[in-house]
């Protein structure tokens, strides 16, 4: 149970267009989804907090209006970058918890997001 | 808002002995303490965690310590194998809040 698919897995863009990711909990309901970035080497970092039917919570330093974050239902968020740049290229995680697993997320598969 | 720190950045350690990855936090109001295990170009796996009302939490070769006074908590693995060459990440969480995330460790076990 408590399984997380992104979609796309890799993405390839180029520079000035949007691309959309999503997650998606597939067999129970997300109260709270959460976005990462990792960039190589490093850790993941927070870009924002978003629970269903509400506006995201984002991260300081985090563009909002550059990050778009939807989500609709209880199942499904969606990441827009927004007239993306090099700059952008990452790794792309999000996670899920519902009000049934105490603080533990679950973690989709990853969005490799490459802006040439 | 809260801080981790984790150390050391990278550890590597003969097949067969133990691995110790410490981490500090600053929010005394954490409660939840995940560990996770990336493999490159992977999700992170949560390989255990423990909560703030638990001191020591094991599970075969991995154990984690917490101590809420001086805000520390450790993993530690024992009888390390190949398979478990990775990143380790620590973090720290607050009831329904945010995760956050140490800086990771790069764990090489040498055959």
């Known amino acids: 149970g408590a399984v997380v698919s992104q979609h796309p897995s890799w993405v390839i863009c180029k520079s000035g267009t949007s691309v959309k990711i999503e997650c998606r909990s597939l067999d129970f309901q997300a109260t709270t989804m959460f976005w990462y970035r990792q960039f190589p080497k490093q850790s993941l970092m927070l870009m924002a907090t978003s629970n269903e039917g509400s506006k995201a919570t984002y991260e300081q330093g985090v563009e909002k209006d550059k990050f778009l974050i939807n989500h609709a239902s209880l199942t499904l968020s969606t990441l827009t970058v927004t007239s993306a740049h090099p700059e952008d290229s990452s790794f792309y995680i999000c996670s899920a918890s519902g009000s049934w697993s105490y603080n533990e997320q679950f973690f989709g598969p990853g969005t490799r997001l490459t802006v040439l | 808002g809260e801080n981790v720190e984790q150390h050391p950045s990278t550890l590597s350690v003969q097949e067969g002995d133990s691995a110790v990855i410490k981490c500090t936090y600053s929010?005394?109001?954490?409660?939840?303490f995940p560990w996770y295990k990336q493999e490159l170009g992977k999700r992170p796996q949560l390989i255990i965690d423990i909560r703030s009302n638990v001191g020591e939490k094991k599970d075969q070769r991995i154990a984690v310590t917490l101590n809420k006074t001086a805000k520390h908590f450790s993993l530690h693995i024992t009888e390390t194998q190949p398979e478990d060459s990775a990143v380790y990440f620590c973090?720290?969480?607050?009831?329904?809040?945010?995760?956050?995330f140490g800086k990771g460790t790069r764990l090489h076990i040498l055959p």
């Open positions: 973090a720290a969480s607050r009831w329904e809040d945010k995760i956050i």
């Open positions: 929010d005394s109001a954490s409660n939840y």
